[in-house]
């Protein structure tokens, strides 16, 4: 079992910024990718950001620049600080990781979603 606890989301002005985190636990081996998704109100989950346990990052067009993600693999922790935020930000955002886990069988696990909500 691997569980992905996320927390950060709330209400914040155009303009502002938050910081999410997303922290997995469980029978965990290793975990190769990890990342965000969001899904907004009568639209599909699209990607945020994924961070690979190399370091290599991938960003959608829509948050380059404005979005920062990194990892602590120690913690098995993987972060996303979102600046210069915009009303079309607003979603829900999923953290999402690649897991091995120590059965050695891979998972693609997710949490539950936290809401971030961008007032103009």
């Not at 950060?8 to 002005?13: H, I, K, P, R």
């Amino acid at each position: 079992q691997v569980r992905l606890v996320e927390s950060g989301g709330g209400l914040v002005q155009a303009g502002g910024s938050l910081r999410l985190s997303c922290a997995a636990s469980g029978s965990i081996s290793s975990i190769n990718r990890m990342g965000w998704y969001r899904q907004a109100p009568g639209k599909e989950r699209e990607l945020v950001a994924t961070a690979t346990s190399g370091g290599s990052t991938n960003y959608a067009d829509s948050v380059k620049g404005r979005f920062t993600i990194s990892r602590d693999n120690a913690k098995n922790t993987v972060y996303l600080q979102m600046n210069s935020l915009k009303p079309e930000d607003t979603a829900v955002y999923y953290c999402n990781a690649y897991v091995l886990t120590t059965a050695s069988s891979a998972l693609d696990a997710w949490g539950q979603g936290t809401l971030v909500t961008v007032s103009s």
